[in-house]
């Protein structure tokens, strides 16, 4: 489910192969994972208790995308379409 609030995703690295996807409100609604050569956006999302669900949450349809670059403007296009 694409939000108005997700218009405007930002790219946290962690390290060199892991980058945080934050919402607008600082929420992370996944993870950018540089898996060989490519970058699979693996989506996340947490239940009622605060548990986390791996492939879940808001930008569930989006899981395993993947992307050449890391850039924030093509990610911010392919994941919420904005």
Do not use: Y
């Not at 669900?53 to 992307?67: K, V």
């Amino acid at each position: 489910m694409k939000e108005k609030m997700m218009n405007k995703l930002t790219l946290h690295p962690v390290n060199d192969q892991v980058v945080r996807v934050l919402t607008s409100q600082g929420e992370c609604v996944g993870h950018l994972k540089l898996i060989g050569a490519v970058w699979k956006f693996k989506a996340m999302g947490h239940d009622a208790s605060g548990a986390v669900i791996p492939g879940g949450g808001p930008l569930t349809d989006r899981h395993n995308t993947r992307f050449v670059v890391l850039d924030e403007a093509v990610v911010n296009a392919a994941l919420t379409g904005f």
